[in-house]
């Protein structure tokens, strides 16, 4: 991982949460507060307007400055929640010269757990954590089986789809639809969406290069 596939998949995500406007923007209506799809916007604008400045720095530098300005862009919860995740991995993969797989997927758990601590969530309150737990969790184990890159992507999609359908039954116990009680049973978590669509996202970029 360098610095222009950063940016590469920084793009590809900026497309696909543009594409998806409608989708994230209905199921925040239903259950949220109606600012998450703005929000998510106004990061991958922010995250385009710096790439020329990510372009030579080495991948964990890049990835804790676009922590840093997503901390100063979003507002809301959102902000500090993503920051927390790229500049957790930005961390980890600071401490290697050449990221392999299973470095990627390490860093990865470490945003994860890093949204965990400084959301005071974990799976099974409907948020975007049903997505982002067990791709992180099936992420590690894959890596540390070896497996290529192809087939990882290939299930990291689904698992991304099945955590986001989760979330359709779950009582939320976090964010603004918490105060709905069972009122948002029955409803996926646009956080949630938001999260399968980066992971979808990254992980076509991937299996299209494998072709």
Do not use: W
């Not at 990510?54 to 862009?73: E, H, Q, W, Y």
């Not at 920051?83 to 997927?105: H, R, V, W, Y």
Request: charged share 20%; aromatic share 2%; hydrophobic share 45%.
């Amino acid at each position: 991982m360098n610095s222009d596939t950063i940016n590469h998949m920084a793009a590809a995500i900026r497309a696909a949460i543009l594409a998806h406007e409608a989708d994230i923007e209905s199921l925040d209506r239903e259950i949220g507060d109606g600012d998450h799809y703005i929000n998510m916007k106004r990061g991958c604008e922010a995250i385009a307007t710096i790439s020329a400045e990510l372009a030579p720095l080495s991948a964990a530098d890049a990835l804790n400055k676009i922590g840093m300005k997503l901390l100063s862009t979003i507002g809301g919860a959102s902000g500090p929640l993503f920051a927390s995740f790229f500049m957790s991995m930005g961390k980890i993969l600071k401490t290697t010269e050449t990221a392999t797989i299973q470095d990627i997927a390490l860093a990865f758990e470490s945003g994860v757990q890093a949204i965990m601590q400084r959301g005071k969530a974990q799976a099974g309150e409907k948020t975007m954590l049903d997505v982002l737990i067990p791709v992180a969790d099936t992420f590690k184990q894959l890596a540390g089986q070896d497996k290529p890159a192809k087939e990882i992507a290939t299930i990291l999609k689904t698992v991304a789809s099945e955590g986001l359908e989760s979330t359709r039954n779950l009582l939320a116990t976090k964010g603004r639809a918490s105060g709905l009680g069972e009122r948002a049973i029955g409803h996926l978590d646009a956080g949630a969406k938001s999260c399968e669509v980066m992971i979808h996202a990254v992980c076509d970029q991937i299996l299209a290069k494998a072709h």
